[in-house]
């Protein structure tokens, strides 16, 4: 029996530096700390258990332009891997790649300093990685490129959506070739950066998906001899097959925005075994302690002070260390008297406040009923006591003792005007 094992993460996007700071000890943005700081708890986990394998299904940075700083971080924490004899796959994502015909992806660098069990996938191909206990195959796919499609002739007249499909029929054609030449007897793995149809998205992701990227169903990746499908893109943790094989989203290790505050962050731990010519696969997520989000929401009450109200809710949660934001409807018609220092001031423990935000529910307007002065006083009036939803019968009573009204000021007005011309 030999077993082989090995972590599974992605979507670490180094150079996301919203809702934080300058650190006074480091000079770096504490959320790029953040970030590095989840990344190193995996690796120190994965060199204190002697893994036999790590693979990083794409996204290492934010952008495929990354700072020296960022370079310099990420470097620093793959490269401890190697120094254990941990091999290491990375899978170039669509964060890492200029999206320019012939420009070097972020991740390039890796490739040109050519370290020992240190394999960068920048294009669809099988590799055998040697581990610790034996032969491990890998099939890496990576971001697909609409650029390489757009840059043959053939191409440049189709529409986005057959761009987009052709590309999910190409991948699916090299998965099924690649697979074809693997040894079923040895471990497997897929390890791409894609979108699989049934996915769940986290709330930094939406925007960035729907109608543009190529989709693949569970069913064209979890094919044999595969035993794992280690995917990236997605930030969310899911296994999309289950009961069969595991075509497994590990998610982002830190959170990227408030979209994700809910959810939790970790990495997968993965054993292959082969045994007597079968093989069994098991994944658990392993959990990380990543910086909590705070969404505090509250709905003002008219008549009470705004910002005591306020406070009272602050107090229930603890802010220590958290990214923080509050959102408080305002009554309508009431007006905003929230004391924003004062609020500012009871979240000094946090680690950043993204805001205070108030939210103003606008007071209904009453569509007036449409007149115009052709109409009859009688008319008039049965609109007007229709539009205040009187009941018919009172309706008929009030028209009628108007009228009568309206009836005995014009006999006045007229007998005033009698006595006028008698003078």
């Known amino acids: ?28 943005h504490t959320r790029l700390l953040d970030f590095e700081k989840a990344l190193a ?6 060199i204190k258990d002697d893994i036999d394998l790590f693979v990083f299904s794409g996204d290492a940075y934010k952008t495929p332009y990354p700072t020296p700083t960022q370079q310099k971080l990420l470097l620093q924490q793959f490269f401890r891997l190697q120094e254990h004899g941990i091999p290491v796959v990375i899978v170039v994502g669509n964060h890492d790649h200029p999206l ?18 240190f394999h960068v996938i920048s294009r669809p191909q099988a590799c055998t990685i040697t581990t610790k206990k034996g032969p491990v195959q890998l099939v ?8 390489n499609v757009l840059a043959k002739g053939m191409h440049q007249l189709k529409t986005s959506r057959e761009i987009t499909e052709y590309l999910s029929a190409q991948v699916v054609k090299i998965i099924a070739r690649l697979a074809q ?16 149809a049934t996915g769940i998205f986290s709330g930094s992701e939406k925007r960035a998906i729907y109608g543009n990227d190529p989709v693949f169903l569970p069913s064209q990746l979890a094919i044999t001899p595969f035993d794992y499908v280690a ?20 998610g982002s290790p830190e959170r990227v925005d408030f979209g994700e505050r809910k959810e939790e962050k970790g990495y997968c731990d993965v054993t292959i075994t082969c045994k007597e010519g079968r093989k069994e696969t098991k994944h658990s997520f ?17 008549g009470k002070n705004q910002t005591e109200s306020i406070l009272s809710k602050i107090e229930e949660y603890d802010l220590t260390g958290a990214i923080v934001k509050i959102v408080y409807h305002v009554p309508a018609g009431v007006s905003d008297r929230v004391d924003i220092a004062v609020i ?14 108030p939210v103003h529910v606008v007071k209904e307007r009453v569509q007036r009923t449409a007149v115009t002065s052709e109409m009859s006083t009688k008319v008039l009036l049965e609109t007007y006591f229709k539009a205040q939803n009187v009941q018919k019968e009172k309706q008929e009573r009030l028209v009628e003792k108007a009228l009568d009204l309206a009836r005995a000021v014009e006999r006045e007005a007229e007998r005033g005007d009698e006595a006028h011309d008698d003078s």
């Open 1 to 28: 029996m030999t077993s082989v094992r090995f972590f599974h993460t992605a979507d670490i996007h180094f150079g996301v530096e919203n809702y934080g700071r300058i650190d006074s000890a480091t000079g770096i």
């Open 41 to 46: 708890t995996i690796i120190d986990a994965a």
């Open 100 to 117: 320019s015909f012939g420009k070097a992806h972020a991740l390039d660098v890796f490739g040109a300093i050519r370290q020992h069990d």
């Open 140 to 147: 890496g796919i990576p971001w697909p490129m609409r650029n």
């Open 181 to 196: 030449d693997l040894d079923p007897s040895l471990p497997s793995v897929l390890a791409g950066h894609l979108t699989v």
């Open 231 to 250: 995917l990236g893109h997605l930030h969310r943790y899911q296994n999309l097959n289950k009961g069969g094989i595991p075509v497994v989203y590990s």
């Open 286 to 302: 392993v959990t990380l302690p990543t910086r909590p989000m705070i969404q505090i929401e509250l709905h003002l009450e008219e």
């Open 344 to 357: 500012q001031k009871a979240c000094q423990s946090a680690h950043y406040l993204t805001g205070v935000v």
